[in-house]
Every structure is written in C-alpha cells, then in structure tokens.
C-alpha cells in the first residue's frame, strides 16, 4: 500500500446494501466500503452504519474504477430516524434499527388528490417530528389535480401555525424552485403515504430522471403501489441531500406516549398552564384550558380532533 494512501478520510455514508456502503468523502470520491471488527462507533446498541452516517476510513484499495475502503470509525449521530422494532423479523442484533442518521428535516409529503390529502397523517408526522426535534416542512404534491381552493383551505392552520408549506406538480414542473431552495445545503428525509409522488419529485429534484422507481398509482384503490423500500441518499445538484424514506408506519414511535403527546401538539403549550390540573390530558378533565379553547374557536377543531385520536391509539 503506498503510503499516501494510508491517511484518514472522512465521508457520509450515502446507501447502504446488505453488509456493503457507498461512502462519499469530503473531497468527492465514493468508495465501496465494509466494517470489519476493529470498527469504532460512538453510537452504542444501534446499527453500526446507517445512511446518512459521517464515517473515517481506511482505504483497501485504489484501483482505477472501483475505490474501496475499510469504515474505521461512526462518528456520533446528531438525530436517528429509527424503525419499529419487528419481533417476527428481528434478524439484526441491534436494540435500535436506524434507518438514516443525522436528518435535518423532516419533508412530509402528500398530496392535494390520488390519494386524497389526509391531515390526520399530517398531525401524525408533525408530532413524530415534534417529538424528535427535527424540522419539519410540509409539500403539498399534484397541485396539478386540484381545481378548488379546498386543499389550501385544509392547510390554512398549519401555515397559521408557522409549518412552512410547499405547493408542488411534479408532473407539470411547479413549485420546484421553492422546494430546491428548502432543501438547499441541509439533510433532509421524505416521508408520506405511498403514491403521493415522492420518488416523482426526488427524480425531478436530482435531474436525473427514473434514478428512483416510480409506481403507477392503483386504479381499483386509488393508492400508489409501494414502490420504495431502501433508504437510499442522494446528493441534490443544489446543495442538499435527500433520503427517501419508508412511511411512518415503519418509524419507531415508541417515544410517543399519552404523557408527553400533549406537548408536540405545539398550539397547546401556551395555554396549558391555564387548565385546571397541572397534568391534563385535555381529555376528561374538567376546567380544560384546550377544549374551552377548541369551543371558543382560538384553537382549530381538526387539529384537537387529531390529538383525541392520536391519544386514543396510544395504549
Ligand atoms: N397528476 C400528478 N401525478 C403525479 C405527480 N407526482 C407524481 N405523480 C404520479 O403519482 C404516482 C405515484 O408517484 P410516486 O413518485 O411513485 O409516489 P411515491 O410517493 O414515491 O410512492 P411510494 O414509493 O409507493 O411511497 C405516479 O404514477 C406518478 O406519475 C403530480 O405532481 N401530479
Ligand atoms: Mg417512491
Ligand atoms: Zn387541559
């Protein structure tokens, strides 16, 4: 080996494929790489190395095509996105499953039809990402289908709420420029319910068209087929990088309890204090600050509808 090649480089690890990483280093070259026993990680119990992950290595080799290289070292992960544990198909070690590691936010994906937007789902992600502390922004996708003033009527509360909202057609090429500039030089993670045109806008996004499958969306039900199960990186040509990730009925929401709920709903937060027991639920209690809100109208119904059930599913 010569020598040069024996320094320390650094990378993010970009896709992940069985016991096989794609790494880009920080000065632009991808290498195949592999763990081997002697890796370092500061990330305990968890998967070893997940997209996403900023990784040192060592290389093996530095052929003309191929670069590979030994991950030496994962560096500590500023935010996980975790999946649900699967008893029935719990192959994998590790107590935590990470799906992709050091996200800055959130993009929740839906769209304005086929399938029609659905804001209980979009409460669902806003509080998995309240509770992670990660940011979030909300595209409203096939913009193109919407001949109404309905579907930004349904979003209203949630811009009056400060969520940045993005209106897109990935078919007809709208609202990319604004999504472009969202995601400009940070990590970010899609997520939404299949058929809602993420891989669409990703392909867009990358300018590479079909880099990620797309799926016809279902006639008989109107839903999308689920076209995508690898979380996979891509760097965006303007600046950012994106992963494409599976829904959340895949997330771990095991943090998610009836006890802290009420904080990631975060209208609640400055009227809390007003309700008559320091622990309310803003369900049975009496002298509830929320629900007087609710019937006076200073809170939105559909929003407080959304925690009752968001509650209710929470055993
Ligand atoms: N009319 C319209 N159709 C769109 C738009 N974006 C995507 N589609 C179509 O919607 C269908 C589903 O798109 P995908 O990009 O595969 O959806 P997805 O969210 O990646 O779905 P999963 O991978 O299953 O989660 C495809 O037939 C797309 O052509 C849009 O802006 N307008
Ligand atoms: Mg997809
Ligand atoms: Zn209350």
Do not use: W
Not at 58 to 70: C, D, F
Not at 258 to 281: G, H, I, T, V, W
């Amino acid at each position: 080996m010569k020598k040069e090649d024996e320094k320390v480089l650094s990378g993010m690890v970009m896709e992940v494929s069985g016991a096989s990483y794609v790494v880009i280093t920080d000065t632009g070259t991808e290498y195949r790489c592999r763990t081997f026993p002697g890796t370092k990680t500061e990330n305990g119990d968890t998967t070893l190395v997940a997209v996403g992950d900023r990784v040192e290595l060592k290389i093996i080799e530095t052929g003309t095509k191929l670069h590979e290289a030994a991950i030496t070292f994962v560096l500590p992960r500023r935010t996980a996105l975790t999946r649900k544990r699967d008893v029935r198909r719990n192959r994998s070690k590790e107590k935590v499953q990470v799906i992709a590691a050091n996200i800055d936010q959130l993009v929740i994906v839906v769209s304005a039809f086929e399938p029609l937007l659905n804001t209980r789902l979009v409460d669902r992600y806003l509080v998995f990402a309240e509770s992670e502390q990660m940011e979030s922004v909300i595209v409203v996708n096939k913009m193109d289908l919407d001949d109404s003033s309905e579907t930004r009527e349904l979003m209203a509360p949630y811009h009056a709420l400060g969520y940045r909202i993005i209106y897109t057609s990935a078919e007809e090429e709208h609202g990319m420029e604004e999504l472009q500039e969202a995601l400009a030089g940070k990590l970010s993670a899609f997520s939404g319910h299949s058929g809602v045109g993420k891989s669409t806008l990703i392909n867009q996004l990358s300018g590479q068209q079909d880099r990620l499958r797309t799926g016809e969306t279902n006639v008989k039900t109107g839903k999308g087929l689920h076209t995508t199960t690898n979380a996979v990186m891509l760097a965006l040509p303007c600046g950012g990088h994106l992963i494409d990730t599976p829904g959340i009925r895949e997330f771990n929401l095991s943090d998610i309890t009836r006890d802290n709920l009420r904080f990631y709903f975060k209208e609640f937060l400055p009227l809390m204090q007003q309700c008559a027991y320091s622990s309310c639920s803003h369900t049975v209690e009496p002298d509830c600050a929320i629900v007087q809100a609710v019937e006076s109208g200073r809170l939105d119904p559909d929003r407080f509808e959304s925690y009752l059930a968001l509650y209710e599913s929470i055993d």
